[in-house]
């Protein structure tokens, strides 16, 4: 009799009511390691013949029959473990099969609960089906049409691609020609205001020296006035002297004059006298010079500061 289903490791088949659900109690095949036993069993008779033969080898039949003894042994404990794991196991596939008849039976009984709405779930499903596949056709049919219009005008925006990268290639030349320009007027502007500084301090220090030299000339001007009226003073003293003097000439004009005192002393009194007047006439010469300069002063700077308002 062959024995019953094992496998090679006892213990190695723990039962899981989850993964094995349809577990039958049909026999089980035999691994290659419980196959073993069997044909030794059919050994014992072949030392008999060989110690009836050969009657020095008996030691050898004797551990050979001390090995299938203890693997008669093993066999049979093993065959005791798989008949009580295959009790064990049917015990439990009977629970199992138990909850899986009633938990069959109630989704039966809530399945034919929900029947009627499950029916218009699916005919609502199926609709729902129908017109998404409707709609994909409708889609299908509008991408083709624009895949088909799209291969027809692949030359003309191929023509249009090639204009735009051209128009834009003009453009960032034109955007580069447009920075350098941009550029160069900044350098430029830079360049102006620097110069517009320059004029503005310069501008500054001729209105500076504008005034200096107006209250200079302003100055001289009082000056050469008091001189003039000093002048003005002496000549008056001197033009009294000599009327005094043209006096007396007249009085003395039918008289011959010996008195040498008094004509040395008309004389000496016109030498002085012209002399005033040379000296006022150098002082006026030089006033008129000098007002003359003034007023080239003054119209110069006139001139420079108008250039430096206009650039400015």
């Given at each position: 009799?062959?024995?019953?289903p094992s496998?090679?490791?006892?213990?190695?088949?723990?039962?899981?009511?989850q993964s094995q659900?349809?577990?039958?109690?049909?026999?089980?095949?035999s691994t290659p390691?419980e196959?073993?036993?069997?044909p030794?069993?059919?050994l014992?008779?072949?030392?008999?013949?060989q110690?009836?033969?050969?009657?020095?080898?008996?030691?050898?039949n004797?551990s050979?029959q001390?090995?299938l003894?203890?693997?008669?042994?093993?066999?049979d404990?093993?065959?005791?473990?798989l008949?009580q794991?295959?009790?064990?196991w049917?015990?439990k596939?009977?629970q199992?099969r138990e909850?899986w008849?009633?938990?069959?039976?109630?989704e039966k009984?809530?399945?034919?609960g929900e029947?009627e709405?499950?029916r218009?779930?699916r005919?609502?499903a199926?609709?729902?089906?129908?017109?998404v596949?409707?709609e994909l056709?409708?889609l299908?049919?509008e991408f083709?049409?624009q895949?088909?219009?799209q291969?027809?005008q692949?030359?003309?925006?191929?023509e249009?691609?090639q204009?735009?990268?051209s128009q834009?290639e003009?453009?960032q030349?034109e955007?580069?020609h447009?920075?350098?320009?941009?550029?160069s007027l900044h350098?430029?502007?830079a360049?102006?205001?620097?110069e517009r500084t320059t004029?503005q301090n310069?501008?500054e220090?001729l209105?500076?020296n504008l005034e200096?030299t107006?209250q200079?000339?302003?100055?001289?001007?009082?000056?050469?006035?008091l001189?003039?009226?000093?002048?003005?003073?002496?000549?008056n003293?001197?033009t009294?002297?000599?009327?005094?003097?043209?006096?007396?000439?007249?009085?003395?004009e039918?008289?011959?004059?010996e008195d040498?005192?008094v004509k040395?002393q008309?004389?000496?009194e016109?030498?002085?006298?012209?002399?005033?007047l040379?000296?006022?006439d150098?002082r006026?010469?030089?006033?008129?010079?000098?007002?003359?300069?003034?007023?080239?002063v003054?119209m110069s700077?006139k001139g420079?500061?108008?250039?430096?308002?206009?650039?400015?």
């Open positions: 009799s062959q024995p019953p496998s090679s490791s006892p213990s190695s088949h723990p039962l899981s009511t659900p349809t577990f039958t109690s049909a026999p089980l095949l390691s196959q073993q036993p069997q030794q069993q059919s014992p008779p072949q030392p008999q013949s110690s009836q033969s050969q009657p020095p080898q008996q030691p050898q004797q050979q001390h090995q003894f203890a693997l008669l042994q093993q066999n404990h093993l065959k005791s473990k008949e794991q295959e009790r064990e049917s015990l596939l009977q199992e909850i008849s009633n938990q069959l039976e109630s009984m809530m399945a034919e029947g709405e499950e218009k779930r005919e609502e199926e609709e729902e089906v129908e017109r596949t409707k056709s409708h299908k049919r083709q049409q895949r088909d219009q291969l027809g692949s030359d003309e925006w191929g249009e691609k204009r735009l990268t834009i003009q453009l030349r955007n580069t447009s920075e350098l320009t941009i550029n350098t430029e502007l360049q102006v205001e620097k004029l310069a501008n220090n209105t500076k200096k107006s200079a000339l302003q100055e001289t001007t009082q000056t050469l006035h001189r003039d009226e000093e002048l003005t003073r002496a000549l003293h001197h009294s002297v000599v009327q005094r003097m043209q006096v007396l000439l007249d009085a003395q039918g008289r011959h004059m040498g005192n040395s008309v004389f000496s016109n030498e002085s006298l012209r002399e005033l040379e000296v006022r150098r006026e010469e030089r006033l008129l010079v000098k007002l003359e300069e003034k007023d080239k003054i700077l420079v500061v108008e250039r430096g308002e206009g650039k400015g």
